[in-house]
């Protein structure tokens, strides 16, 4: 899953162990699930690596050719 952009919310992992959010603000970004942080990120929790940043695609001239 992608993150979507950073979010002004702290994370909305739910904890059943302790009964409560994680609530943290460290690394938020918004998901299609919620707001997570960097330890509760889909990919996280299903022990997976996150996928690298990715960089804008840089603009390609394109040259038109007229007859």
């Known amino acids: 899953m992608t993150a979507i952009r950073p979010s002004p919310d702290p994370c909305q992992h739910w904890d059943g162990a302790e ?14 699930i919620g707001p997570r942080c960097l330890l509760h990120t889909p990919n996280a929790i299903a022990g997976k690596p996150e996928a690298p940043e990715v960089d804008p695609p840089k603009r390609r001239h394109l040259s038109v050719v007229r007859n």
């Not at 009964?19 to 299609?32: F, L, T």
């Open 19 to 32: 009964q409560r959010r994680c609530d943290s603000w460290d690394g938020v970004r918004m998901y299609i």
